[in-house]
């Protein structure tokens, strides 16, 4: 089994800057692949940032230039990097661990963190 917390939301305004951590506590924690997700009120949870198993690193248009995805196998921590953020990034946040070799939908992602609030507003 797997645990996930996410940290480092708040309230925040136009084109400022979060950084939010995702703590995982299993043993085999590089093994395992990791993504971001949103959801604003109202819509669909959405897929922001995901490692992909060829080793290259996903980002929706909607953050590309914007957003930057780390990884610490050594901690078991992932990081979203959000910089010059909008009111549209408003959202519950959450990390997801995957145990296959899938990444672009939710439906692969087992495990979830209870998600962050990020509010972004004037």
């Known amino acids: 089994q797997m645990s996930l917390v996410e940290s480092g939301g708040g309230l925040v305004q136009p084109g400022h800057s979060l950084k939010l951590s995702c703590e995982a506590s299993?043993?085999?924690?590089?093994?395992?692949?990791m993504a971001w997700f949103r959801h604003p009120l109202g819509n669909e949870r959405e897929l922001l940032a995901a490692?992909?198993?060829?080793?290259?690193?996903y980002l929706a248009d909607s953050v590309k230039g914007r957003f930057t995805m780390s990884r610490d196998n050594a901690k078991k921590m992932i990081f979203l990097q959000m910089d010059n953020l909008k009111p549209e990034d408003t959202a519950v946040y959450y990390c997801?661990?995957?145990?296959?070799?899938?990444?672009?939908?939710?439906?692969?992602?087992?495990?979830w963190g209870q998600g962050t609030q990020v509010t972004v507003s004037a």
């Open positions: 997801a661990a995957s145990a296959g070799s899938g990444w672009d939908r939710k439906e692969f992602y087992g495990f």
């Open positions: 299993v043993r085999s924690f590089s093994s395992y692949g």
């Open positions: 490692f992909t198993w060829s080793g290259g690193t």
